[in-house]
Structures are given as C-alpha cells and as structure tokens.
C-alpha cells in the first residue's frame, strides 16, 4: 500500500489559504462568527454531508467562505464549510461544489499543516514559507481539540485509551481512499487508526504501534521504547529473573487462533526470548529463541545459531542410526522440538565446516529417522543456522557430478515439493546455465536419482528460478 505523507496536508492548507474564511492576516483566537451564516449553514450542510457520502452526524456547521471552480468547463462558486461531526469525532472543512466533486479536510491534518506553515514562517531562513493558515477548524468549539476526534475511532475498536495525548496524521491511500491517523494514548500505548474515507470499501481498523509493520507505516508520537513498555509488562509472567527486558517488537501472528508472538531482548544485549499471548493479550508461554528458530524468521535480538555440544555422542550415534554416514562426528548441533504431527525430533545437525543436515530423529521404538540437505529443509519451513548454505550448494554440484552427464556449480536453489506420489523435487541453478531439476530418493537417506534440464523435468512447473 502506498502512502503519502505530510505534502498533501501541506496542499489543502493552501487551498483553503486564500480562501475569504482563512486570511492570512485573521486575528488570533476564535473568529466571530456570522449569525445568519451559522444558522443558514446548520440548516444546509446534513443534507450536503450525507449526499458526499462523509460518516458524520452533522452537530454543528458555519460557512466559512466562497471561492470559485470549474466544472465542464464552466466557473462554478464553492462553498466551504466548517463541520462539527456528533460523539466528539473529527471536525472537517467542506467543500461544496455545485455540479462537481465535494471535498473533505479534517480538522487534525489541517491542524498539522498550519503548525507546519507556522513553524516555516518563523524560521528567517525559510524563504519559501507558505502562508499561515492559522483560522482553520476554528470557528466552532467542538473542533477546538482535533485530536480528541480520534477517541470514537479508538473507541469503536474497542481500544482503551483514556484520552489522546498526541495526535496526528500519518498518511493516506488514494487507491484504497483511506488516511491513516495517529494516537498516543500515554504510558507506551500508541495506535495508527486506519479510517475509511467516502466511497472506500475498506472498513475501521485499529493497530497497535508495536504491529505497525502490518500496514507499512510506522509510529513517529510514541518512541520505541514506550512501544516496547506494555509488551515487557506482559512479559513479566514468563518469570524470567535472568533477563530484565528493555525492548520488544511483534513478531507474527497465528491467524488460526489469534495468537500473537513476541520477542523481548534482555539488558545484557546478548539474550532474547519470546513469549505467546492470546487473542485478548493474555500471557500464554515463554518460548526460547533456540526453539523459536521457526516462527517467523526466530529472534533478531540475539544469535540463536550458534549450536549445542553438550549431547553431540549421542547425536553421532542417532546420526549413524539413520544412515548419515557422511555425518561421522557430529560437532553440534540444535534441536526444534517435535515435529507437527509426529514423534520424531527435529534436529539441524553441524558434522563439520562443510557438512551438515537437518534430522527427523526416532524419540522410540518402531520409528523410521530422516535426514536432507538443507535447500529440501526450507520447503519443510525450516533453516539451516549452523551450516552455511554455500557448503550444502558444494555438496549438491558433487552429487550432480557423480552421475557422470552433467556439471553444474550450483548458487541457488529451492525445494519444489513433492508429487501425488511421494517423490520429492529441487530446483538448483548452475550460474549462467539453465536450471537443473534434482530428483531425490523416497528413502529415508538423500539420494539424488537423477538431475535434468527443465525441459525434461518430471513435475509439471518445476523452474521457477532460471528456465
């Protein structure tokens, strides 16, 4: 989604500036108002405002000034209007045209373009300040507070927000026809309100700083760490006595559940955890980066890859058990838990500088181990941490070579996943080459049965990389 900032604020000040209602040279304070203009525009502007389409229950309305515009071709007068919207919402500027297209400005984004225009011509050096447009939004007392016209907003979301202590606007979409607000409602607690304007079909949407990452526009009224502040309060449950934390981030969510995940980096700037919280909030468990490796990418505050050593004889012996022969000394290793679905451990294992797989692993009696380099690992959801994937792209071009008609220096690859009978796929590319497609066993070893062109790959669709 594209935004544009602060510039389009900027241009509908100077389209109000030089309107009659919004001289430059206005007195400071409230205006005073026309009582026939004020009584002849309460009457007019709801029927106006509900044909426009705005979500406003008109409570108040003065008409500010006139201009003039052209529609096909012919000068048309406009009438601007100040609004008062019920249930203490946004306030807005109205353009009426006859014939032609109306026009909405709030009163909060205007508010910012005049605290922009007035900060400019202050400054001596700022030759091209824009003229002040400091009369906007200011006639009627229900607009006296732009940024308390977000807590409807806030409200409807089911937010809890005492009062906006700082408002603002962040953006807008002309495609999607929405603009994007901010509240910081105090003590680290900061929205982006993502409000629908006429004619849009998006609805209201409330997120949370920390989730800003979703929409693409990031929170500039609460800092980071204040952002961080209600993350680390939840975290306080995962009783964590070794790790005092002092930042936080949103790392996903589990839209099956509504689960969040979060990831909090400890004092010590070396260590980090997540924790899970359901759909409410609510703490859920405390998850250790080591196991969190597939969520979302794993922890970014600290290194989770460095690897184990304390059980890596027992890891050699499971790795022979399974036939990973070229696995003769495992030197560390790290384990994700169970698979979904299954007994088997989930374990990368680390046989060297220039060796190393992942490893479902028998847990009992009965069960069948796995191995597979790590190119097939990522269509499994999972990544190589502990061998760098330039060593398992060396052993994939020894494989191909082995087969004895043809070479290939691989420098990229993908799993392609497996056909409806079983058999799995991989696409590797050969530097300037065309693609090759790698057929691997249906046994547990890696086995590679053949490497062809694209042309004569088995599987329908297979290069997507390089054809």
């Not at 225009?117 to 300040?129: I, M, V």
């Not at 969040?260 to 400890?266: H, I, N, V």
Request: overall charge neutral.
């Amino acid at each position: 989604m594209k935004f544009l900032r602060l510039g389009i604020v900027a241009a509908m000040a100077m389209a109000l500036c030089g309107q009659q209602a919004l001289a430059a040279d206005a007195p400071a304070g409230a205006p005073k108002m026309d009582p026939k203009l004020h009584e002849q525009a309460q009457k007019d502007v709801p029927a106006l405002v509900q044909a426009a389409g705005l979500k406003c229950d008109v409570t108040d309305a003065y008409q500010m000034g006139s201009g003039n515009d052209k529609v096909n071709g012919k000068e048309i007068k406009s009438t601007y209007y100040e609004v008062a919207c019920g249930q203490g919402g946004l306030g807005y500027v109205f353009k009426s045209v006859p014939g032609g297209e109306p026009a909405f400005y709030d009163c909060l984004s205007l508010k910012m373009a005049a605290d922009k225009a007035a900060a400019a011509a202050a400054n001596p050096k700022d030759k091209k300040a824009a003229p002040q447009a400091s009369n906007t939004c200011a006639y009627l007392p229900a607009n006296a507070d732009p940024k308390s016209g977000l807590m409807p907003w806030l409200k409807e979301a089911g937010v809890n927000c005492a009062s906006v202590q700082q408002g603002g606007w962040d953006g807008a979409s002309a495609t999607d026809k929405i603009n994007v607000f901010e509240a910081n409602c105090g003590g680290g607690n900061g929205y982006l309100v993502i409000a629908p304007l006429p004619g849009s079909t998006k609805t209201l949407e409330v997120v949370p700083c920390i989730k800003s990452d979703l929409i693409g526009v990031s929170c500039t009224l609460t800092s980071k760490e204040d952002i961080a502040k209600p993350i680390i309060a939840i975290a306080a449950a995962a009783n964590k006595p070794a790790c005092m934390p002092t930042k936080a981030r949103w790392v996903v969510s589990d839209p099956s559940n509504g689960n969040d995940f979060y990831e909090l980096g400890c004092a010590d700037g070396t260590t980090a955890y997540m924790i899970r919280t359901d759909s409410k909030g609510g703490f859920k468990e405390a998850i250790e980066c080591a196991r969190a490796t597939r969520i979302a990418g794993g922890c970014t505050f600290m290194n989770a890859d460095t690897g184990q050593t304390a059980d890596v004889a027992t890891y050699t012996k499971l790795a022979k058990q399974i036939g990973y022969e070229a696995c003769a000394n495992v030197t560390k290793y790290q384990s994700y838990g169970a698979e979904n679905g299954g007994p088997r451990e989930i374990v990368e294992l680390a046989c060297g500088p220039t060796e190393g797989d992942f490893a479902l692993v028998p847990t009992g009696s009965g069960q069948t181990g796995e191995f597979f380099n790590c190119v097939r690992a990522t269509g499994r959801g999972l990544t190589c941490h502990l061998t760098p994937m330039s060593a398992t792209y060396a052993k994939i071009s020894q494989q191909i070579a082995a087969r004895g008609k043809t070479t290939c220096a691989v420098d990229g690859g993908r799993d392609i996943g497996k056909d409806d009978k079983g058999q799995e796929y991989v696409e590797v590319t050969c530097g300037t080459q065309p693609s090759l497609v790698l057929t691997y066993s249906r046994l547990p070893q890696e086995t590679m049965i053949s490497a062809v062109p694209c042309a004569q790959a088995p599987i329908a669709n297979a290069c997507q990389m390089k054809k």
